[in-house]
């Protein structure tokens, strides 16, 4: 079993529609959790990041962590053609040199 | 967000030859950056972690003789692909943290000929 879990896809929307993109995880010292956007033949962007258990909102987006059940999402509302990416979930320990440790990566197209 | 840059963002070699990469945070000071591997529709396959002034450390699997890395301030580390073959192209991408926070650079696409 990985230690974190992310459905690929390709998950394909309308344009307007809210997207909810998960991923499970094994490992209870994760502390940190982190949703990227990475277009293609880009690096990572970094759009949200939560410590322990919670919601976040940034404009669009909503991140939620569930520690006791080991599960994390990441809302987006409204979705537009720009949001069409690959997402990532990643979570850390709480050490500076732990590293992140990636879901594989839901591929979203959202179409006009 | 914090950003981080790389250099070059393409390069094409000969088969043997070597090629650095730099990475660079530019508004903030990292204590760790981390390298990462990226093959097409893949997810980053982490290759080494650098901490300033010391070794980096190696992800099993990885030839530190074939990728050197050197974290010689805190805000520069290099890759160097010794000897490079047509099977090291790919894609490379750094990562500088702050904090908690993990910020990538735009990588660098490594095609060897």
């Known amino acids: 079993q990985k230690e974190v879990e992310q459905d690929p896809g390709p998950l394909s929307v309308p344009e307007g529609a809210i997207v909810s993109l998960n991923c499970t995880y094994s490992n209870s010292a994760f502390q940190y959790f982190m949703w990227y956007r990475q277009y293609s033949r880009k690096g990572p962007e970094l759009l949200m990041y939560?410590?322990?258990?919670g919601n976040k909102e940034d404009g669009r987006f909503t991140a939620q962590v569930d520690k006791s059940s080991k599960y994390i999402s990441l809302f987006i509302r409204d979705s537009q053609p720009s949001d069409s990416a690959t997402y990532l979930c990643a979570m850390s320990g709480l050490v500076n040199t732990d590293k992140l440790i990636f879901g594989t990566g839901t591929r979203l197209q959202v179409f006009p | 967000g914090a950003v981080v840059s790389q250099h070059p963002s393409w390069v094409i070699c000969k088969s043997g030859t070597s090629v650095k990469i730099e990475c660079r945070s530019l508004d903030f000071q990292a204590t760790t950056m981390f390298w990462y591997r990226q093959f097409p529709k893949q997810s980053l396959m982490l290759m080494a972690t650098s901490n300033e002034g010391s070794k980096a450390t190696y992800e099993q699997g990885v030839e530190k003789d074939k990728f050197l890395i050197n974290h010689a301030s805190l805000t520069l580390s290099t890759l160097t692909v010794t000897s490079a073959h047509p099977e090291d192209s790919s894609f490379y991408i750094c990562?500088?943290?702050?904090?908690?926070?993990?910020?990538f650079g735009p990588g660098t696409r490594l095609t060897v000929t």
């Open positions: 939560t410590y322990s258990s």
């Open positions: 990562s500088a943290r702050t904090g908690p926070e993990q910020y």
